[in-house]
């Protein structure tokens, strides 16, 4: 903001707790699965480490 003076983000970042419901995380299709496996890795390390 400060870089670019950017109406808009300052408009956004002023009225943040009016608008933060329709905000929406865009994550790559990439990413998200990386985090999906990693999720899954963990729960099953997480499980085999509770049976020893």
Same mark, same amino acid.
């Given at each position: ?8 983000? $300052? ?5 943040? +707790?009016? $608008?933060? +419901?329709?905000?929406?995380?865009? $994550?790559?299709?990439?990413? =998200?699965?990386?985090? =999906?496996? $990693? ?14």
């Amino acid at each position: 903001m400060s870089h670019t003076n950017s109406t808009r983000a $300052i408009h956004v970042l002023k009225h943040f +707790d009016r $608008i933060e +419901d329709v905000v929406v995380k865009v $994550i790559p299709k990439d990413y =998200q699965l990386m985090m =999906q496996k $990693i999720h899954l890795h963990k729960s099953l390390h997480d499980n085999e480490v509770k049976r020893c």
